[in-house]
């Protein structure tokens, strides 16, 4: 499943989520369908470069227990954003 993300730190964030409950660690273990989507969804949203990225953990401000992959882009990603 993919949906848009509540935050707004940049013009596009998606989530893409597995439907079957797994850890964060479980989906980069197999990340199978997930990340095909996740990469489409970002080739399709984002022509002109994305970003794959999941948080593991409190430290890394992991804010759900469901694995997800964030697909992050719509604005130049460099060194300050």
Avoid at 18 to 45: C, D, F, S, Y
Avoid at 58 to 77: C, D, N, P, R, W
């Amino acid at each position: 499943m993919v949906f848009r993300n509540r935050l707004r730190w940049v013009p596009v964030m998606l989530l893409t989520i597995p439907k079957k409950h797994m850890t964060q660690a479980e989906l980069w273990a197999n990340m199978g369908h997930v990340g095909e989507i996740a990469v489409r969804m970002g080739q399709q949203h984002c022509p002109r470069g994305f970003r794959l990225l999941s948080n593991f953990g409190y430290e890394a401000m992991q804010s759900q227990e469901h694995g997800h992959v964030h697909v992050i882009g719509g604005t130049f990603l460099g060194e300050y954003a």
